[in-house]
């Protein structure tokens, strides 16, 4: 505020960040805009009326209010989009008005930083229960959920404390962990954002859609396993419906210690807990980013 920054413009998927970002903002007086991934705010419009109750401003992205959006429309006017078209809005209105920020809401580290209350919540509440988990598996899309909870724990892995089991657990219609190629791409559809080396599954991939009927009539278990990554026991990608029915498989159970977005409970081999929610050297002037990964 004291460089005489009046708004933060961000993008946010389910809303959890957006939601976050515009508390804060009206607690310092400062303008907020959000661009919300169109197929999420059409199915959360209580997250957008949270965001709005904060004073926020929230437009479901691709829209027609930057020149990314437009773009995205004129090839696909039905596109559902993705948090990397709504990443390239929010950095658009930013880098064309001095008086704008932009705040990530995830992927770097600062993020995963902040977002370790969740897992000091997590560890608190199975001090509570007198329990420590033996497994924990959390949804991984930027990975700010999935990071905020497991670090505190791996931190003890890492000392040689526990030897906690972490399982990272994706979408198979977007499994960047699992399929995705590990390389310098951007971190956004336009193209706006700096070169970063990730798993990424090409910067203009978008998820096929599917419907809520889909949802709830079909069954598809199929899952993939790759070998182990270093910062974790293992990734595994699941089909929608499959993650959905498995959670409800575990919703009848007891001894749920619930934090702000993550789960433990007791089961026969042990606790277990559940997250319910996205470096290197420079890239030679010869890496490409990727287009579209063949997945």
Request: aromatic share 8%; net charge positive.
């Amino acid at each position: 505020m004291k460089e005489g920054t009046k708004r933060l413009a961000t993008e946010t998927g389910a809303g959890q960040w957006g939601s976050s970002l515009a508390m804060a903002c009206s607690f310092f007086g400062l303008e907020c805009k959000v661009f919300v991934v169109r197929v999420s705010c059409d199915q959360k419009p209580y997250r957008r009326a949270l965001m709005e109750a904060y004073r926020a401003t929230v437009t479901p992205s691709p829209s027609q209010e930057t020149a990314s959006g437009r773009a995205i429309l004129a090839d696909h006017p039905d596109s559902t989009g993705s948090l990397g078209i709504a990443i390239s809005e929010a950095v658009e209105v930013a880098a064309h008005d001095p008086l704008t920020k932009y705040s990530l809401g995830s992927v770097l580290n600062h993020v995963l930083l902040h977002q370790t209350v969740i897992g000091l919540e997590a560890m608190e509440q199975m001090e509570m229960a007198g329990e420590f988990p033996d497994v924990l598996v959390g949804c991984t899309g930027g990975g700010s959920n999935f990071s905020g909870m497991v670090f505190r724990f791996l931190r003890l892995n890492l000392r040689g404390q526990r030897k906690t089991r972490v399982v990272a657990v994706e979408p198979a219609a977007c499994p960047s962990l699992a399929k995705g190629r590990f390389a310098y791409d951007f971190g956004d559809t336009g193209h706006l954002t700096p070169l970063v080396k990730m798993h990424t599954l090409g910067s203009t991939f978008v998820p096929p859609r599917f419907s809520r009927r889909w949802t709830a009539l079909s069954w598809n278990g199929a899952t993939r396993e790759p070998p182990a990554r270093p910062w974790s026991n293992r990734s595994q990608s699941s089909s929608a419906i499959g993650c959905f029915c498995g959670r409800c498989l575990l919703r009848p159970g007891r001894g749920y210690f619930a934090s702000a977005r993550g789960q433990s409970r007791r089961g026969r081999r042990g606790p277990g807990g559940f997250s319910l929610q996205g470096g290197g050297d420079p890239p030679h002037d010869s890496i490409q980013p990727l287009r579209s990964w063949p997945f």
